[in-house]
């Protein structure tokens, strides 16, 4: 018999993010992985956990399910979140909400105050380390943040077929480091970005490899972003926070803090890590456990569907300035 305290969840999607909160979810303390919904791989994901497989109605509708995450692909997002809402269940989404604005706004007007019960899976949030560069800013640690860099390199572009949906580089990619920005030094006022095209196979599909964005916090802080869609040392993932009082900076993992010298050279270590599930596995288990949380009334959204809205804001906007090589001004939020 279910517990009153264990929060019950059935995740929409079975590709890979769907497998990893899956897993997690068995994993959590005080969640229960009810069904999985939605994909070709939906049964075997479930009974790999000894879950149900479900119909996306009965995940939505059924009483005995408390919540749901929702990987499934893009375009389902922001209908998915409003039928989770209209049934009931606390709502972890996967980025983005929607590619679309206008579809992000009619879903945030649909959910209306329930909004405070659906989190974006901006998974750096919930990394430890970014979270501490976080409150040590809030703390005053460095002062006002004056220059903020944010490095995000990928060991190698996704599948094409992926590419082909995805919204490109900035509202797939980038749009993580937007979030990561608007979070560590508030609101943008500017943005200018500029890409490049060093792979043919994703030139051929009129997508980016890599690209630049400049952009100017409401406080004055500077923020760089950095990004390419393949780096031969695996995933590259670093943020520096400079301000009057000193610098935080958050460095690449790697599998152990070995070192080792010799006459071929002095102080090499592990290579970087080269999966996202590897790299941020402890943030996709505090996703489940905020989830968890969220569906109990303990915790509001550490990320939120305007979060969501203001990132694509910002993703929008600096696909228009690496086409037309001007720069967007105005509240971008």
Same mark, same amino acid.
Request: net charge negative.
């Given at each position: 018999?279910? =517990? ?21 979810? &068995?994993?959590?303390?005080? $969640?229960?992985?009810?069904?999985? $919904?939605? /994909? ?58 929607? @590619?679309? @604005? ?90 200018? $970005?500029?890409?490049?095209? &060093? ?5 051929? !599909? ?11 916090? &409401? ?14 040392? /695996? ?12 610098? @935080? ?7 152990? @803090? ?20 590897? =790299? ?27 979060? /969501?809205?203001?990132? !694509? ?11 037309? /090589? ?8």
């Amino acid at each position: 018999m279910t =517990r009153p305290e264990e929060i019950r969840i059935a995740v929409i999607g079975s590709g890979k993010m769907g497998s990893v909160h899956a897993r997690n979810i &068995t994993r959590t303390p005080g $969640a229960r992985l009810v069904g999985v $919904a939605g /994909g070709s791989g939906a049964d075997s994901l479930a009974s790999r956990y000894g879950a149900g497989h479900l119909g996306i109605e009965g995940a939505f509708a059924r009483r005995d399910i408390d919540a749901v995450v929702i990987s499934s692909p893009n375009r389902f997002h922001a209908d998915h979140i409003v039928r989770a809402v209209e049934g009931g269940k606390a709502v972890l989404v996967e980025k983005p909400v929607d @590619l679309d @604005l206008d579809r992000v706004d009619q879903c945030i007007n649909d959910v209306g105050q329930a909004s405070d019960r659906v989190v974006v899976a901006f998974n750096r949030r919930f990394d430890p380390s970014f979270a501490a560069v976080h409150h040590r800013i809030l703390a005053g640690e460095i002062g006002a943040v004056e220059q903020l860099v944010i490095i995000s390199r990928d060991p190698a572009p996704p599948p094409l077929e992926y590419v082909q949906t995805s919204g490109g580089l900035f509202r797939d990619m980038m749009i993580h480091d937007f979030d990561m920005a608007r979070h560590l030094v508030g609101d943008i006022v500017s943005i200018q $970005a500029s890409s490049q095209t &060093t792979d043919p196979d994703l030139g051929a !599909l009129g997508h980016a490899t890599g690209a630049v964005a400049t952009l100017t916090a &409401t406080s004055g802080a500077l923020v760089t972003i950095v990004n390419s869609r393949s780096n031969a040392t /695996g995933y590259d993932q670093r943020t520096e926070a400079f301000g009057a009082l000193g610098t @935080l900076a958050v460095r690449n993992p790697t599998p152990t @803090l070995v070192t080792a010298s010799n006459r071929y050279g002095t102080h090499a270590g592990d290579p970087f890590i080269t999966h996202y599930a590897e =790299r941020y596995s402890t943030a996709y288990r505090r996703e489940i456990e905020h989830l968890v949380a969220v569906a109990r009334g303990e915790e509001k959204p550490l990320a939120t569907l305007h979060d /969501g809205r203001a990132a !694509l804001v910002l993703a929008l906007a600096a696909g228009e300035s690496a086409a037309s /090589g001007g720069a967007a001004f105005g509240l971008l939020a």
